[in-house]
């Protein structure tokens, strides 16, 4: 599929309401992204036509949500290029992979004193997991900072690690200022395994799994214009066999005894209980529909905006868009003295622009900044270069209200 903006805009049934009376330009997407038909129309197929439970039942439905549940495992290893389907554990997004990697890899591997080197850049789904193991076991979290213009040298990552770093945990891209980190540079400057969140990188940009040798890396799938409560983590097989079950239940066992548990293999090891199946057949719509389009072509689309965007950002000198790194996404995150972030946002939905104001789950990097939250607009594959124009009208009429 060539990259078409209207037909692509026409698959999103959202995008032809108003709000406020104005029409919808939607640039929240680094928080959640809407929703294309073909993945609303397969999640409703998967409840009126094709629904029960997934893996032990024999009957006829049972087997079709299976069959339908499980090839998704397939599209994330195509999406991501990963060398097993098998390496891929279903989740709800990607704070729910953190937290796996943190309670059934490091939990049980790192003693007090040994260290996580992890970035100022990090969302708090790659905070706080962290966090956990410094309050109960002493681990050590070790801080790197980014640049002044966000961006985060991998060496400057690597001159961090000492004999007592066990794991790398990074972002792939900034979810406040789109900053890419080349996390294959990173991955290949050292033993010490890497974990990266891709929550936002893998929306925008191709990632191949195979090329950037990390450990783990994870996806959420509300960003990926898929539903809400779908993701996965790909976790390297040697890494997977140094982990324990992070929950207890129906799925991941073989058998279970009144003296003993035998452990399925992975990765349903890793997937206790009922899982979202409709949510995950969701996200493999989702995925085959970015494939579709490739992400080459989302890619560059978006390089577009991004480029058309900075350049009308910054000739709004009285605006700060807090980082500017040379290779980032379209997202940007803005200030303006004499107005709060939430007065930026209240005022832009009035002219029907959704953006979001806050801390942005970021908080070391708001303090980095020296402010407490902002205002920021982040693009998606279906936005257009008018909607940054509308944008920047909306923040110039922002600026004459305050003066």
Not at 245 to 257: A, K, Q, Y
Request: a negative charge; one cysteine or more.
């Amino acid at each position: 599929m060539s990259f078409d903006i209207e037909k692509i805009r026409a698959d999103f049934p959202i995008l032809s309401r108003q709000v406020n009376g104005k029409p919808l330009v939607y640039l929240d997407n680094g928080a959640s992204a809407q929703k294309p038909r073909q993945v609303i129309e397969a999640i409703t197929r998967a409840y009126e036509d094709e629904y029960a439970n997934v893996h032990r039942g024999l009957h006829f439905l049972s087997n079709l949500a299976t069959d339908n549940y499980e090839r998704v495992r397939a599209i994330i290893a195509r999406f991501l290029n990963v060398p097993s389907e098998d390496e891929l554990i279903f989740t709800s997004g990607a704070t729910e992979g953190i937290n796996l990697v943190s309670y059934g890899w490091a939990a049980p591997r790192l003693q007090a004193g040994d260290e996580i080197v992890l970035s100022v850049l990090e969302h708090h789904a790659n905070i706080v997991p962290w966090h956990f193991l410094r309050e109960r076991q002493g681990v050590v979290l070790k801080w790197v900072e980014p640049e002044p213009d966000g961006s985060l040298p991998p060496e400057k990552v690597l001159a961090a690690l000492g004999p007592r770093t066990k794991l790398i945990a990074v972002t792939h891209m900034s979810n406040v200022t789109g900053t890419v980190v080349d996390v294959g540079a990173i991955a290949r400057g050292t033993d010490v395994p890497v974990l990266v969140d891709g929550s936002q990188a893998a929306v925008h940009m191709p990632v191949d799994l195979r090329a950037l040798g990390v450990d783990f890396y994870c996806i959420t799938g509300h960003k990926l214009y898929g539903p809400s409560g779908s993701g996965a983590i790909w976790i390297r097989a040697e890494r997977q066999a140094e982990m324990r079950p992070f929950m207890g239940g129906g799925d991941m066992i073989r058998t279970v005894t009144r003296d003993a548990i035998d452990y399925a293999e992975p990765p349903l090891r890793f997937e206790a209980g009922t899982p979202g199946i409709v949510n995950q057949i969701g996200l493999g719509a989702a995925l085959d529909y970015l494939m579709d389009i490739g992400m080459e072509n989302v890619a560059a689309h978006e390089r577009t905006l991004r480029d058309y965007a900075r350049d009308r950002l910054r000739s709004l000198n009285w605006l700060t868009v807090q980082g500017d790194a040379a290779d980032k996404g379209a997202i940007f995150s803005m200030t303006m003295e004499g107005a709060h972030a939430h007065d930026l946002s209240t005022i832009l939905d009035k002219r029907g622009i959704a953006v979001r104001a806050g801390s942005h789950c970021a908080m070391p990097l708001m303090e980095f900044y020296g402010i407490t939250a902002s205002a920021r607009a982040s693009f998606g594959m279906y936005n257009t270069v008018a909607e940054v124009d509308a944008l920047v009208e909306a923040l110039s009429f922002c600026r004459e209200l305050f003066g």
